[in-house]
């Protein structure tokens, strides 16, 4: 008996009367759904076949942090995992906290709906270069809410995320607001903040009534050669969202960046994550700037 996992065989560690086994799934640097093939003992009459069955992905630790900030592993992770929950343990600022590594680009297959293997959709490496890429990427990430305080606590503060450059200084600003080469939404009353400069304030979405423990949030990141677009998500649905022109000092892949501010002490990042609303999302975007003639007929 043997299974393949994108034809590459992984290794079998147990068996059960040949009904279940235990395998170890070969590593892989890339992102992306797995191919798995089952073959048992006279396998050419006995063949299992799933194109589907697993997805990799890039776990998205946590780094860099305010001096209010603790970070742990998430419960249940596998040994040897970065930490993936921030928990502010004291006073409501300095909760400002970044990924450990810039964020992998997602790769957008038109033609099957899915993310793909973003080595394979884009060669070149555009995602990654300090130039601005030729054609949009895209970055994602999730958190789940996990310790939300009572608003009768008197603050009016509460979180935001966003995306950022890793500051060269070793200290973090109090707020994420502040922090001069980022792109984050949040606080009270909420506002887009791009580069510490204050832009518009939002409608329609307040994170210090609508937040509240095991509310899931995700921001995503499309980096075009002349604007950056933020969009944030609340349970699967879309809440708010704008667009600015590509500042001088943004180049490639942004952290991701969450302030655990005020209200909101305690998230975790979500692995494995892909943004709701995908293919209406990134078809719409497609299909608009197609009609300008900035993306080329590969995206």
């Known amino acids: 008996s043997e299974v393949l996992v994108d034809g590459v065989p992984a290794e079998i560690l147990s068996s059960e009367k040949q009904r279940c086994a235990q395998v170890r799934i070969p590593a892989s640097q890339h992102a992306r759904d797995a191919h798995i093939e089952v073959r048992a003992v006279g396998w050419k009459r006995h063949c299992a076949i799933r194109k589907r069955a697993l997805t990799r992905y890039i776990s998205v630790g946590l780094g860099r942090r305010g001096r209010n900030i603790e970070l742990s592993a998430a419960s249940g992770a596998p040994q040897g995992c970065p930490p993936a929950v921030a928990t502010r343990t004291s006073g409501l600022l300095h909760g400002v906290v970044l990924s450990e590594e810039p964020l992998a680009p997602l790769a957008w297959d038109g033609a099957s709906g899915h993310c793909s293997d973003p080595a394979g959709s884009d060669p070149a490496g555009s995602c990654d270069s300090p130039q601005p890429p030729p054609q949009p990427c895209f970055f994602y990430f999730e958190l789940l809410v996990k310790g939300v305080a009572r608003r009768s606590t008197g603050t009016a503060r509460t979180l935001a995320l966003g995306f950022a450059r890793l500051p060269g200084t070793s200290s973090l600003p109090e707020v994420a607001s502040e922090m001069r080469e980022s792109f984050v939404v949040g606080g009270d009353l909420p506002r887009f903040h791009l580069g510490g400069q204050a832009l518009r304030r939002v409608s329609g979405w307040r994170p210090l009534l609508e937040v509240v423990e095991g509310s899931v949030l995700g921001a ?78 590969g995206w």
């Open 220 to 297: 995503l990141l499309q980096v075009s050669s002349d604007c950056l677009r933020l969009l944030v998500f609340q349970d699967g649905s879309l809440r708010c969202e704008a667009s600015e022109p590509l500042p001088d000092w943004w180049s490639g892949p942004p952290h991701a960046v969450i302030d655990v501010c005020g209200t909101v002490h305690r998230v975790e990042v979500r692995q494995g994550a892909k943004p709701p609303q995908l293919q209406e999302l990134l078809t719409s975007i497609e299909s608009g700037s197609r009609a300008e003639g900035e993306i080329s007929a």
